[in-house]
């Protein structure tokens, strides 16, 4: 198999987490470049890849192709999961593996716009349809738009930050909306770290509907796993990670409230996930390799016997 264009982060956890099997059957939930999809194949799984990103789909056909049957491309969301494999008579499924967040591939691309570092137009969307960044930033009420910067980026001036949005609108091009940040934060060249780097989180997540997603395509995991599968998740936001944990500890039966994402179950139910282990974090060796490792949190579990709590939901209400 030819190298991965960008190595995804935490793979040999993610990999040693998984315990492969040839002929078992696994879902890389963010496809992305294909890093932990190669990993898999090269064990002898067959790997069903799922990418909203219509661009990774189409750079993944050559390693479909090249796979030789070991990999199917799934050109959707991963909450989509369930219906998707169900299609392809492929559930149930041996280990589910999510990578959550922007790939290296839609950062460097500044036509894409989810990045400060080239100028480009505000654009953000992974599945390149619906709504852009642009979009809400020149519409949305100043008030919605502090919120997102305070829930998504964990802006501390997030209302300042709003209100200089608002009064340069429209916005059109990255630059411009990185301009106003800084302009509005005071930002110096010296600063450790450019304080657009929070705004431009926030919206992104806003636009592509990221914990929303998620809580889903946990809540679909659940659903398309065999007794004894594995769950993987990456992630590298404060608020995608508790949301995970909350899930996680939900489902094994050690948190039964719920929270905005996650709906409370009004009945207990027996516990579908056991965790396995601690949350593991990249070592000093790959943050050198690789900057982004910094923030990732790789959180893994064991799928339960027990029917999955959507289902028992769905069977309680009929």
Not at 71 to 85: D, G, I, R
Not at 208 to 224: F, I, Q, S
């Amino acid at each position: 198999m030819a190298d991965a264009p960008h190595v995804p982060v935490l793979l040999s956890e993610v990999i040693d987490a998984l315990a492969i099997a040839p002929g078992e059957r696994h879902v890389d939930a963010t496809f992305g470049a294909g890093g932990y999809t190669r990993a898999m194949i090269a064990l002898g799984a067959q790997v069903y890849g799922f990418d909203r990103d219509p661009d990774a789909i189409a750079a993944g056909r050559a390693l479909e192709v090249e796979s030789d049957g070991a990999l199917m491309l799934v050109p959707a969301t991963f909450s989509a999961m369930e219906a998707e494999l169900a299609a392809r008579e492929a559930l149930p499924v041996d280990g589910v593996t999510m990578d959550i967040g922007v790939s290296s591939m839609q950062l460097d691309q500044a036509e894409r716009g989810f990045s400060f570092q080239a100028d480009g137009p505000l654009d953000m969307r992974m599945s390149q349809e619906g709504a852009t960044a642009a979009d809400f930033v020149n519409t949305a009420d100043e008030s919605d738009i502090a919120d997102v910067l305070h829930e998504y980026g964990d802006e501390p001036r997030a209302r300042r930050v709003a209100r200089a949005i608002v009064a340069a609108r429209p916005i059109t091009r990255t630059g411009e909306l990185a301009y106003v940040v800084r302009r509005a934060l005071g930002y110096k060249p010296h600063d450790k770290k450019d304080p657009a780097t929070r705004t431009f989180q926030a919206l992104r997540i806003e636009v592509n509907r990221e914990l929303g997603e998620l809580a889903d395509g946990l809540a679909a995991a659940e659903r398309v796993l065999k007794p004894g599968g594995t769950l993987a998740v990456i992630t590298f936001h404060s608020g995608e990670d508790r949301l995970v944990k909350r899930f996680l500890r939900e489902r094994s039966g050690s948190m039964p409230s719920g929270s905005r994402h996650l709906p409370e179950v009004q009945a207990k139910a027996a516990p579908s996930f056991e965790a396995v282990g601690r949350a593991v974090r990249a070592g000093e060796a790959e943050i050198a390799r690789n900057p982004r490792a910094r923030s990732a949190t790789l959180r893994t579990a064991r799928r339960t016997s027990a029917a999955a709590w959507s289902s028992v939901e769905s069977s309680k209400g009929a």
